[in-house]
T-cell receptor, first 116, second 115 residues
Framework: AQKVTQAQTEISVVEKEDVTLDCVYE???????LFWYKQPPSGELVFLIR??????QNEISGRYSWNFQKSTSSFNFTITASQVVDSAVYFC?????????????FGSGTQLTVLP | DSGVTQTPKHLITATGQRVTLRCSPR?????VYWYQQSLDQGLQFLIQ???????AKGNILERFSAQQFPDLHSELNLSSLELGDSALYFC??????????????FGEGSRLTVL
């Protein structure tokens, strides 16, 4: 089964704290892609990062960093020095091949609230 | 701006009615996906079209149908609407020929409210 689990439904932190959003995935595919999307209160889905299954290098982009570990099937997302504008729902997603079609399945999302 | 355009942005209608949601994919993208996001169900995949043909089906109700036209825009038709159909409907596109890497580009969504 292809599945993404985001066990943290809601997280609340105070501004400037670091916060890590967990993502665990299940797939039988050897080639797959993992994504993080942000959904601010306005509702649109904003792409944050894509990782393919052959690239386990961690990535840092400003205050954002991602830790991909195939051994534990996890793709965790850390925001350093959080800001109020980081408040949003964050989705982890898995892209896998289903027949001839590539599908994207989402986790249930983590609502992050950053308090001033 | 993802390049994917969805209309209308907001729609309010009554139970039993029928609505059509429209999606224009990014220029050059051949695949269109429809997702439904309701409060208690998260983001659910409904259906995918590739170059005019249905490619994959997810949790799409029989009351819902979709199609992709020769100009690659897509429409999602929702009929016999029920209160539970109230949701944000996203369209996404992907697969510019020879350049597909798993990423979907999402529109801003169409928010449907059924009263």
């Amino acid at each position: 089964a292809q599945k993404v689990t985001q066990a943290q439904t809601e997280i609340s932190v105070v501004e400037k704290e670091d916060v890590t959003l967990d993502c665990v995935y299940e797939t039988r595919d050897t080639t797959y892609y993992l994504f993080w999307y942000k959904q601010p209160p306005s509702g649109e889905l904003v792409f944050l990062i894509r990782r393919n299954s052959f690239d386990e290098q961690n990535e840092i982009s400003g205050r954002y960093s991602w830790n991909f570990q195939k051994s534990t099937s996890s793709f965790n997302f850390t925001i350093t020095a959080s800001q109020v504008v980081d408040s949003a729902v964050y989705f982890c997603a898995l892209s896998y091949l289903s027949g001839s079609a590539r599908q994207l399945t989402f986790g249930s999302g983590t609502q992050l609230t950053v308090l001033p | 701006d993802s390049g994917v355009t969805q209309t209308p942005k907001h729609l309010i209608t009554a139970t039993g009615q029928r609505v059509t949601l429209r999606c224009s994919p990014r220029s050059g993208d051949l695949s269109v996906y429809w997702y439904q996001q309701s409060l208690d169900q998260g983001l659910q995949f409904l259906i995918q079209y590739y170059n005019g043909e249905e490619r994959a089906k997810g949790n799409i109700l029989e009351r819902f149908s979709a199609q992709q036209f020769p100009d690659l825009h897509s429409e999602l038709n929702l009929s016999s609407l029920e209160l539970g159909d109230s949701a944000l409907y996203f369209c996404a596109s992907s697969e510019r020929q020879g350049n597909y890497n798993g990423e979907l580009f999402f529109g801003e969504g169409s928010r449907l409210t059924v009263l």
